[in-house]
């Protein structure tokens, strides 16, 4: 059974807990990834660090496909949406504390069971005169 990715839970908590300890939530995002709408002028080696704090952004709304908020950049207000799967972690400001995401983490697809064979009897070790195996034991010091 294929799960839904786990990233938008964490992050709603991690968000929640950060906030709850009287820190600054901050994310940081792949500002390349197909879906995000950030201003670009702040973006550095493809990355943008972003202050979702309550205090910093409006109309927050942490869905399961994407977040979304208005923010001011500069004094300019801008609408900002990033992909879930684009938020490579959330911390907190002031310790550093929280979770950076690993960039693969999407949930892997189970595998295809393989169609079952007949086993085969494999004979490891020595055996009695009717093809039993006779047991062997040795100390290992």
């Known amino acids: 059974m294929a799960m839904t990715s786990s990233r938008p839970y964490v992050v709603r908590a991690l968000y929640e ?3 709850e300890n009287n820190c600054t939530p901050y994310i940081l995002v ?3 990834e197909e879906g995000v709408e950030v201003p670009q002028e702040h973006v550095r080696d493809g ?9 910093a952004v409006s109309d927050l709304h942490l869905g399961n496909e994407s977040l979304n908020f208005e923010g001011r950049f500069g004094g300019i207000p801008k609408i900002v949406s990033v992909p879930i799967g684009a ?4 911390y907190a400001k ?3 504390q ?3 995401f690993d960039p693969d983490s999407a949930p ?3 595998p295809e069971p393989e169609p079952t064979t007949p086993e085969k009897t494999i004979t490891v070790g020595p055996s009695d005169k009717k093809g039993n195996l006779k047991p062997s034991l040795r100390i290992v010091k």
């Open 17 to 19: 807990w950060i906030v």
């Open 30 to 32: 792949n500002a390349f």
């Open 47 to 55: 990355q943008i660090i972003l202050n979702i704090s309550p205090s």
């Open 87 to 90: 938020v490579c972690g959330i």
């Open 94 to 96: 002031e310790n550093g």
């Open 98 to 100: 929280g979770m950076i």
């Open 108 to 110: 892997p697809e189970p």
